[in-house]
């Protein structure tokens, strides 16, 4: 496993400097005049020359890379060009807000799945499940978000239709800031996974090993949580894993809507701005994310199923 | 510095300006109790207070103004261009005497906005300035509270010079990217005041707000290929064709919701400058258009080419425009631009024309060098006119109470001979309650911080 792990940190280091690369070219090439969106629609040509010098836009784009490049590898994404902090300052507590929406979505998906786990192979719960399933589907996130905001923070202000509150600021007030988000964003991500258990749940539980547990005197409880899971869980966890990463690409809706400052606004900010530390900032870290979270979800696998090996 | 405008609040609850503006732009005292000019206009001398502190206890004194200025005149930012007229600026006591290099009639109020702040001079070309900002303005940035980009929190300055204007004792400005959360924002009780899309005065009406109502932008054609005879729009009657093909009323209804001003005038309708006489001029009429068309140098048409940006604009402008330009025998070559390059290739210019939503400064002189004269920002291709030239050379000299006269009368040259093909004026709308909002500031979209009691 541990030959597993490296070579998968290996490969993900790779893959993270070829899309640095990647990204880094599209986005010098598609930027347009940065120092003219910098300084305003007034600056005189001087300036605006002067501040391609400063920013050494007017370097060869492989030197600038390289720069660039030797500066991440120290986790050090240089300063914004359209905010005064350095992209650091800004991008690390917006991940951790960002993270802490997605994580915790994926917490209430996992725990409502598994609440309903023994009962999602028939009757009332399955029916609510694969009904909530449907509206997850059918419903953009953010017409969800609209309706919850409306409902339970406009006109019952329960919740915070917007902002967000540090739970070390209050506890209290972080609750009632992220509920919402967290719901909206909830619904699409139980739609996905629990489509998907309900699959491998029935299929297993039609299996001969659950009909002999059975008659063996195990309760069906007993068999879901401890033998159907084990089978089962493999494909939910990949499809947990692949809604991880889609739940940040759907934050950055959810956060614009709810003014949650994650990496959605910043990105959509540091975007029109032609921030490119910034964007490039997001790009590392998001990819980061993703090379984790797959990680961890073939340890998962692994460790939940021992038929799974790692190779 | 950075650009004013939207960004005003962060510099006014930190800094002072120099001079401070009502707001219909009038000018008042703040750290300059007086200004004067001299006969020629090219010496201003400001006399400033004597008991002003910034927040880390220096007191503020002339000297220190008079590094402020420079630096911002020598800065790389737009605050530069507003203070390009200014050679010297020298403490004398406590005034300091400005010599110009040319008269600039918007000199004193670009006092009132970023080119008249001053911070704490151990703070000027220091980067720690942008988030340890040192001034003597009524509010304190609490960096403990404040979450970069989202929220920006301030406390009251307790020694500040003015409390008797401060009407809070926090400040929270919260950035909104969205124009849905903004709603939501002032519905919710999470914010008492903020700029809205005029789809959401609605509902923000049902949650108790008031709206401070301006007109800012304004949309319409403009043209940068004037000087070029080949070119059709180089020939008033096309550009006065263009003008009379559009009904203005069906396009603000149709393309905005009906939220906005009938014009046919760049000037601000709540400028000086305006004449509500202007806007009968070129009434929509296709058979006028066409006859307009028949007297230019194109009587068979022609084909002009368009900057297009639809994620901004829209399809259905660039749709109309294609079907009206078509009925007198214009053909529009349309190329579509990226965000990062549409204003680079505008101003290049790159194009015959484009569709835009300007908005205009409340300053007259601000105004004709961004748009009117020879070498304005926003003049693309350099066009003028001899009456236009001799009209901007006799308002830059004249005293200010002539001023208003000879700036309409530019106007007016503009409107007849077409200079643009303006739609409409687009409606600014400010909710707020709570806190008091008397009226919209003028060439600002939000009102300015010290005008919000």
Redesign the interface.
């Known amino acids: 496993m541990l030959i597993f792990t490296l070579r998968r940190i290996a490969n993900g280091l790779v893959m993270l400097v070829a899309v640095s690369f990647v990204a880094f070219f599209l986005l010098r090439i598609?930027?347009?005049?940065?120092a003219?969106?910098i300084?305003?629609?007034?600056?005189?040509p001087e300036?605006i020359a002067?501040?391609n010098e400063?920013l050494g836009l007017n370097r060869p784009l492989i030197e600038q890379f390289s720069t660039w490049l030797a500066n991440a590898a120290r986790l050090d994404f240089g300063d914004s060009w359209s905010?005064?902090?350095t992209v650091n300052?800004?991008l690390f507590?917006r991940l951790g807000v960002t993270l802490t929406i997605v994580t915790l979505t994926t917490i209430v998906a996992v725990a409502i799945i598994l609440g309903t786990l023994a009962a999602i192979h028939g009757g009332a719960i399955d029916r609510i499940v694969q009904f909530i399933g449907l509206i997850g589907f059918s419903v953009p996130g953010f017409l969800v978000a609209?309706f919850l905001?409306t409902l339970f923070?406009?006109q019952s202000?329960i919740f915070?239709?917007?902002?967000?509150v540090d739970f070390a600021e209050s506890p209290t007030e972080w609750a009632k800031s992220i509920t919402l988000p967290v719901a909206a964003l909830s619904l699409s991500a139980i739609a996905s996974v629990a489509q998907q258990v309900r699959g491998s749940v029935t299929d297993a539980i039609n299996m001969d090993y659950v009909r002999t547990l059975r008659a063996r005197g195990l309760s069906f409880n007993r068999v879901v949580y401890k033998h159907v899971l084990r089978n089962a869980g493999g494909p939910a966890l990949s499809i947990l894993g692949v809604q991880f990463v889609g739940m940040l690409g759907g934050a950055i809706l959810i956060e614009?809507?709810?003014?949650i400052?994650g990496l959605g606004?910043?990105a959509?900010?540091a975007t029109?701005m032609?921030d490119i530390p910034a964007v490039m900032g997001l790009v590392v870290v998001t990819a980061l994310v993703v090379i984790v979270v797959n990680l961890v979800i073939d340890l998962l696998s692994a460790a939940l199923n021992p038929k799974v090996r790692l190779s | 510095m950075a650009e004013y405008g939207n960004r005003a609040w962060y510099y006014q609850a930190i800094y002072d300006t120099l001079l401070i503006k009502t707001e219909d732009g009038t000018l008042k005292p703040s750290l300059a109790t007086k200004w004067a000019y001299n006969s020629t206009q090219t010496v201003l001398t400001l006399t400033l207070r004597t008991d002003v502190k910034f927040s880390n206890g220096t007191a503020l004194n002339a000297a220190a103004v008079a590094k402020n200025l420079i630096a911002n005149r020598d800065g790389n930012g737009p605050t530069a261009n507003y203070l390009a007229s200014v050679k010297t600026a020298v403490a004398k006591g406590n005034t300091v005497v400005l010599t110009l290099k040319d008269v600039d009639p918007a000199l004193t109020e670009y006092l009132a906005d970023s080119a008249g702040t001053i911070a704490a001079p151990t703070t000027i070309g220091q980067a720690s300035a942008a988030t340890d900002p040192i001034g003597s303005g009524p509010y304190l940035l609490d960096k403990a509270k404040t979450r970069a980009g989202s929220k920006y929190v301030f406390k009251a300055n307790p020694n500040y010079w003015n409390k008797a204007s401060r009407k809070y004792d926090n400040l929270v400005i919260s950035v909104y990217e969205d124009a849905t959360a903004m709603s939501n924002a002032l519905q919710s009780g999470a914010v008492q005041g903020g700029n809205i899309f005029p789809s959401f005065v609605t509902p923000v009406q049902h949650a108790g707000f008031q709206f401070a109502k301006g007109y800012l932008d304004v949309k319409g054609i403009y043209f940068s290929a004037r000087k070029d005879p080949k070119n059709c729009v180089s020939d008033v009657n096309v550009r006065r064709a263009i003008n009379t093909i559009f009904d203005r009323a069906a396009m603000l209804k149709s393309l905005d919701n009906g939220f906005g001003k009938v014009t046919t005038q760049y000037v601000a309708s709540s400028s000086k400058g305006y004449d509500v006489a202007l806007n009968k001029k070129y009434a929509y009429s296709v058979d006028d258009a066409k006859a307009l068309m028949a007297k230019s140098a194109f009587p068979s048409g022609c084909t002009i080419s368009m900057a297009t940006f639809t994620p901004v604009f829209g399809e259905a402008g660039y749709s109309i425009i294609r079907s009206q330009l078509g009925k007198i025998g214009i053909t529009v070559k349309e190329v579509e631009e990226a965000g990062g390059t549409f204003i680079a290739n505008i101003m290049a210019p790159k194009y015959d024309a484009y569709l835009m939503i300007f908005e205009r400064a409340g300053n007259p002189w601000k105004l004709l060098n961004f748009m009117i004269t020879s070498n304005a920002t926003f003049n693309n291709d350099g066009y003028t006119e001899p009456t236009v030239t001799k009209l901007i050379e006799s308002y830059k000299t004249a005293t200010e109470s002539k001023r208003p006269a000879i700036f309409k009368a530019i106007n007016t040259e503009l409107v007849n001979n077409a200079w643009f093909s303006p739609w409409y004026e687009i409606q600014g709308t400010f909710a707020y309650k709570g806190i008091v909002v008397k009226a919209p500031q003028a060439g600002n979209a939000i009102p300015y911080l010290y005008n919000i009691k």
């Open positions: 598609g930027a347009g005049n940065v003219r969106l300084l305003g629609l007034q600056a005189t300036q002067e501040l400063q905010m005064p902090e300052e800004v507590p609209f905001v923070a406009i202000k915070n239709a917007v902002g967000y614009q809507i709810f003014a400052p606004p910043y959509v900010g029109s032609s």
